[in-house]
Each structure stands twice: as structure tokens, then as C-alpha cells.
């Protein structure tokens, strides 16, 4: 029995590295995909987690599959693809240090997965299924996370999304409103940024937005600010809880981060226990997977900055809260 299995693209992102002699720019290759971080970020606070994707059958994917098991995540249902390459991502640095994302991926092997390459087994044995947008963007991917979300919620398994929006990966902004927010309904609990939320729901007030997701069937809705913390929504419960003041030098990561905290702390938990939590225990969460996330913001990169239990709970003991004047 698997505490999280998640579906989903497994890429490589080249981030910018300095430049070699000839003043050429250098890309350091790490590995990708919010998925397979959000079971990195679970897995390293002690979840058992499992991975349904698929990658290239070179060196990318090798190395993607050693990534996925030195984190403890079971690659069982990882399948390689023979036709097609490992997906790459670019990611580039504007003057002003905003980054954009350049993808190569016309198909890349993420979005090959088809529905009878996912394992039924896995899905019935699992206590959360958790999946993103980036694997609902084309066929046959979309139709494969559909049905592992849909096999794995007949098993019981509580379902959790998060709608990440990479705009280079949609024909259009419309279009990926449509396949983001048709895909709402399925999941009980949903992470998002304020950015997402405006864009799936029109409202730019967080409770608004919030009771319009709720609305659709989903149980816990949480939004991440940054920092200024993460806002939740539970029944008739809501509010905002401030994040730690940690030095921070890469946010890539962080929501990720979040994200598999909250899962953590829920780990065993059906969904009408999720729904009863009283407010103070949500809040404890909520605060828990502030410190997680912030945690995550001192060091580079994504998976090797994911913090211990033991991090996670130094920092709650030893970190001011930031108040942030926003
Ligand atoms: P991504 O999709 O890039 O991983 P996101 O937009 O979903 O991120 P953020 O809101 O950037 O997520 O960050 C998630 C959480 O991490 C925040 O709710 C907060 O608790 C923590 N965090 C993020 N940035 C900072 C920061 N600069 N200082 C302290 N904590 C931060």
C-alpha cells in the first residue's frame, strides 16, 4: 500500500549555469516535473509514494529513473518509450531574472502515456492520487491521468490536484482554462497560486475564488502566496497563515513542497475525516507545510532542497514568522 501515487510528466529542466570560456551560456540538467516533486517532498517526511509516467529510453530517462529511487519513490509503473525522446524543458533568465520556459516536447515521452500503460493494481492500493495540468495538455496523457484519477477515486483513494499553468504548453489560454478547470470536479483537495485561481475562477478576491472551487465538489482548497503564506478553505473554515522568515535564494520548488507537506500531515486520513478536521488541527497543517515550503526556499534546485521532519520542525521552533507588509 502506497501513502501517495502520483501520475504525471517526468521531464528534464536545464537551468542556467554560468558560461564556459567562449562566453557561451551553460545548463546544469535537473530533474523535472511537479508530480514526481510533490512525492519527493512527501516521501522525504516519510511517505511511501509511488510514480505513473513515462520517459525515453536514453540517457534522460536513466537518469530520471535513479533520481525517482534514490527518493525512495517506487518506479514500478515508469515506462520507457522506444519511439520517442525524454521531454526538456529550457528554462531562461530575462534581465529582469523572470523565467520562461522553452519545451521540447513534439511529442516528448510525458505525453505518450496511454490509459492501458497505467497499472490498476497500483491506483487500488494507494491512500492519495495526486496529478497536475502539465499531463492533461495532450492525447493520450490526458486520457491515461483521467483514468488513473477516476480508477484510483472507485478504489476510495482521495484525490489531489494541482492546476500548474505553463502557458507554451496550451494551443491557447482558453483552451487550457477549459482542460484545468474541467478537471477541478474530480479532485477533493487542490493547490493553486493566486495567478492560477484568477485565471481558473475570474476572481481575483481569494475567498470568492475559493468557495467558486469549492463549489464544484472540492473539499480542501489552499492557495499559495508566496510569502505572504497560504490561504485555506475547509467547509466554513478559511484564513491566511504567514510563512517563516528564511533567507531565501530559489523558490523553484517551493509549492511542490507545500503541497507534499499537506499531504503528509494527512497521510492515512479518508476524505470524511479530512472534511471533520477541526480548524485548529487544519491550521496546523496548513502552518506545518509553511515551514516545509519556506524550507525549501534556502537552498537550489528542487528535490535536494526538500526538507527532513526534523528541518521542518527546527525551523517552526527556531524561525520567526515573516509579516510580511503586503
Ligand atoms: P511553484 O509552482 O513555483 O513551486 P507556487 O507558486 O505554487 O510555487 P509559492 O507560493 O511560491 O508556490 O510557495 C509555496 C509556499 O512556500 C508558500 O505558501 C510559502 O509557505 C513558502 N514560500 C514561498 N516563497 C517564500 C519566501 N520567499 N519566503 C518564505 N516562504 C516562502
Same mark, same amino acid.
Given at each position: 500500500?502506497?501513502?501517495?501515487?502520483?501520475?504525471?510528466?517526468?521531464?528534464?529542466?536545464?537551468?542556467?549555469?554560468?558560461?564556459?570560456?567562449?562566453?557561451?551560456?551553460?545548463? *546544469?540538467?535537473?530533474?523535472?516535473?511537479?508530480?514526481?516533486?510533490?512525492?519527493?517532498? *512527501?516521501?522525504?517526511?516519510?511517505?511511501?509514494?509511488?510514480?505513473?509516467?513515462?520517459?525515453?529510453?536514453?540517457?534522460?530517462?536513466?537518469?530520471?529513473?535513479?533520481?525517482?529511487?534514490?527518493?525512495?519513490?517506487?518506479?514500478?509503473?515508469?515506462?520507457?518509450?522506444?519511439?520517442?525522446?525524454?521531454?526538456?524543458?529550457?528554462?531562461?533568465?530575462?534581465?529582469?531574472?523572470?523565467?520562461?520556459?522553452?519545451?521540447?516536447?513534439?511529442?516528448?515521452?510525458?505525453?505518450?502515456?496511454?490509459?492501458?500503460?497505467?497499472?490498476?493494481?497500483?491506483?487500488?492500493?494507494?491512500?492519495?492520487?495526486?496529478?497536475?495540468?502539465?499531463?492533461?495538455?495532450? &492525447?493520450?496523457?490526458?486520457?491515461?491521468?483521467?483514468?488513473?484519477?477516476?480508477? *484510483?477515486?472507485?478504489?476510495?483513494?482521495?484525490?489531489?490536484?494541482? !492546476? =500548474?499553468?505553463?502557458?507554451?504548453?496550451?494551443?491557447? &489560454?482558453?483552451? /487550457?482554462?477549459?482542460?484545468?478547470?474541467?478537471?477541478?470536479?474530480?479532485?477533493?483537495?487542490?493547490?493553486?497560486?493566486?495567478?492560477?485561481?484568477?485565471?481558473?475562477?475570474?476572481?481575483?478576491?481569494?475567498?470568492?475564488?475559493?468557495?467558486?472551487?469549492?463549489?464544484?465538489?472540492?473539499?480542501?482548497?489552499?492557495?499559495?502566496?508566496?510569502?505572504?503564506?497560504?490561504?485555506?478553505?475547509?467547509?466554513? /473554515?478559511?484564513?491566511?497563515? !504567514?510563512?517563516?522568515?528564511?533567507?531565501?535564494?530559489?523558490?523553484?520548488?517551493?509549492?511542490?513542497?507545500?503541497?507534499?507537506?499537506?499531504?503528509?500531515?494527512?497521510?492515512?486520513?479518508?476524505?470524511?475525516?479530512?472534511? *471533520?478536521?477541526?480548524?485548529?488541527?487544519?491550521?496546523?497543517?496548513?502552518?506545518?507545510?509553511?515551514?516545509?515550503?519556506?524550507?525549501?526556499?534556502?537552498?537550489?534546485?528542487?528535490?535536494?532542497?526538500? !526538507?527532513?521532519?526534523?528541518?521542518?520542525?527546527?525551523?517552526?521552533?527556531?524561525?520567526?514568522?515573516?509579516?510580511? =507588509?503586503?
Amino acid at each position: 500500500m502506497f501513502d501517495i501515487t502520483a501520475v504525471g510528466e517526468l521531464l528534464i529542466d536545464f537551468t542556467p549555469a554560468g558560461s564556459n570560456e567562449a562566453g557561451n551560456a551553460l545548463f *546544469a540538467r535537473n530533474p523535472g516535473g511537479a508530480p514526481a516533486n510533490v512525492l519527493a517532498a *512527501a516521501g522525504r517526511l516519510g511517505c511511501r509514494t509511488a510514480f505513473i509516467g513515462k520517459v525515453g529510453a536514453d540517457g534522460f530517462g536513466r537518469f530520471l529513473k535513479a533520481t525517482l529511487e534514490q527518493n525512495q519513490i517506487c518506479t514500478e509503473n515508469l515506462v520507457f518509450s522506444s519511439q520517442v525522446h525524454t521531454t526538456l524543458a529550457f528554462v531562461q533568465l530575462d534581465a529582469h531574472g523572470d523565467r520562461s520556459f522553452a519545451f521540447y516536447r513534439n511529442p516528448g515521452a510525458d505525453i505518450l502515456l496511454k490509459p492501458e500503460e497505467v497499472k490498476p493494481e497500483l491506483l487500488r492500493n494507494t491512500g492519495v492520487l495526486h496529478f497536475g495540468s502539465v499531463s492533461l495538455t495532450d &492525447e493520450p496523457s490526458r486520457s491515461a491521468t483521467l483514468y488513473a484519477v477516476k480508477t *484510483a477515486k472507485e478504489a476510495g483513494a482521495v484525490i489531489s490536484y494541482d !492546476p =500548474n499553468y505553463r502557458a507554451p504548453l496550451w494551443k491557447s &489560454e482558453q483552451e /487550457a482554462k477549459e482542460q484545468m478547470g474541467a478537471a477541478l470536479p474530480l479532485a477533493d483537495l487542490v493547490k493553486l497560486s493566486e495567478e492560477e485561481m484568477e485565471m481558473l475562477t475570474g476572481e481575483q478576491d481569494l475567498l470568492t475564488g475559493a468557495r467558486r472551487i469549492q463549489a464544484l465538489g472540492v473539499t480542501l482548497v489552499l492557495v499559495t502566496l508566496g510569502p505572504k503564506g497560504a490561504f485555506y478553505l475547509l467547509g466554513d /473554515a478559511f484564513g491566511t497563515l !504567514p510563512t517563516y522568515d528564511v533567507k531565501t535564494v530559489d523558490t523553484n520548488g517551493a509549492g511542490d513542497t507545500f503541497f507534499g507537506a499537506v499531504l503528509f500531515r494527512l497521510k492515512g486520513k479518508a476524505l470524511q475525516e479530512i472534511r *471533520a478536521l477541526p480548524v485548529s488541527e487544519l491550521e496546523e497543517i496548513v502552518s506545518f507545510a509553511n515551514a516545509a515550503g519556506s524550507m525549501a526556499t534556502v537552498k537550489s534546485g528542487a528535490i535536494p532542497a526538500m !526538507p527532513t521532519l526534523e528541518e521542518v520542525e527546527r525551523c517552526r521552533q527556531t524561525v520567526p514568522l515573516l509579516q510580511a =507588509n503586503f
